[in-house]
């Protein structure tokens, strides 16, 4: 027992200094965050997916958690070895040590004062390990045998280890808490001023949202879905912001971001869709994006014809891989600034970051973008493709059934809504139709859209004369006529496929 505290606190102490250590050098440097990037990037792709397929948003928070209770069990490993031989516990801070400066030194984006939080980590350890055995009373006494210590040393042992576990709390958290006070652009994001957009401006036809569903056709931008690499959120000053566009291109060129400001404005609604998104996920929304077009900025620079694809990077060292030809056929492809009235939110990008209508986000929606080079996919090879995804593809026609929930219960007489969404971007959702146990396939009514960049909302009143379970599927068909894909395939490589249904009760 008496090893199992001594090795819990040393390793709470370690992680709260270095929490605070990270105040003084950035957020991506703290000893957790570090190992958890490092963590990314050596965990193969086939877990990846099933990891996000199964938790989706929730992976980071996850990856957290399991981390610090590694490291707990560790110290607690740790702690019995050092009452046994305290060297044995000076190896083990080390290693401590040596792995978090291992992991932020080669983590993507890195910076050589990332290391600095993880050696302050273990320094605190190895002085909170020490501190701890000698008021155990040093290495002479075993870990199962605490009743040998005076009732004076127990007492100090004690108040040193609440000391200790206080240390380690206020360090830790408010660490964290100092981290985002130093680091957060909330007050600099809140004094962009986004200009208004150039040109015609898209009109949103009326009954665009039937109301039905219970998922608003427009997404707040607080429930658009999250899905990329980073631990902890970027925290980019706009004003240090710098988007560097280079490669095969006769020239290169630098942007800060009054530059994007300064420069025509387009404002669209697009639906973006990750391509973990299983039959029926939730991991599609749909946003207002303001930002300028991406192909333009391209033909000034020239791009070369054969440099097929724009590899991509983010603050945090994502590399996506969009096709340029997606970007400069005339879709509406943007350095977006702006979602939903409002200057990016900085879980999705701010200051700047790329949309482009059509494509999953793996290819194409790139977060807090600093790099764009023009090259070729035989010669670059971004990251999700890296761990198993497909180099180029497009998004499945997909439809979901959102009311009524799977397993509702329903009475026979009374009318109900079946309501979902349907999205082919770019292409357009021309049908949906629904069936209903065994019966015939019936046409449902569809909402007007302002584009095919936009899922389309549908709906089908259903008045149940008997009882019994029902099951319920839909299926919808494309702006050229091309049904939706009703093989069932998992998300993996290129997107999943099959129809959405669900299963309800109706009652007399």
Known sequence: MLGSVVGLLTAGVGLGVGELAAVFVRPEASPVIAVGNRVITLTPG??????????????????????????ALYGLLVGKLALRDIRYGFVGVAVFGAIGVYCAITADASRGTDVIPSIVAAIGAAAALWLLVFMAGGDQRKASEPAEMSGTDRRHFLQGSAALAGLAAVAGFGGRIAQHARFSVAGKRAKVALPAPTGVAEVVPAGVDLGKSGVPWATPSSKFYRIDRALTVPQIDPNEWRLKIHGMLDHPMTLRFEDVLSRPLIERWITLCCVSNEVGGSLVSNALF???????????????????????????????????????????AMLAIGMNKDPLPTAHGF?????????????????????????????????????????????????????????????TGETVSIAGVAWDQHVGVSKVEVQIGDGDWQVARLAPVPSTDTWRQWVLPWTPETSGS?????????????????????????????LHAITVQVTA
């Open 46 to 71: 086939s877990v990846k997916r099933n990891a996000i397929e199964s938790v989706g948003s929730n992976d980071k928070a996850l990856l957290i958690s399991g981390i610090i209770i590694i490291v």
């Open 290 to 332: 303001r930002g300028t077009r991406l192909a333009d900025l391209l033909r000034e620079a020239g791009i070369h014809p054969d440099a097929d694809q724009l590899l991509m990077t983010g603050y945090e060292g994502t590399t996506i891989g969009a096709p340029t030809a997606a970007v400069m056929d005339g879709r509406d």
């Open 351 to 411: 200051p700047v970051r790329v949309v482009v209508p059509g494509l999953y986000g793996y290819v194409s929606a790139c977060k807090w973008v600093v790099d764009i080079k023009a090259t070729t996919f035989r010669k670059d090879f971004a990251y999700w493709v890296q761990n198993g995804w497909d180099q180029q593809t497009d998004i499945n026609l997909a439809s979901r059934i959102d009311r009524p929930h799977s397993g509702a219960n329903l009475s």
């Open 470 to 498: 029902y099951r319920i599927r839909v299926r919808a068909t494309d702006a050229k006529g091309t049904p939706q894909q009703t093989n069932a395939a998992p998300p993996g490589p290129a997107g999943s496929t099959g």
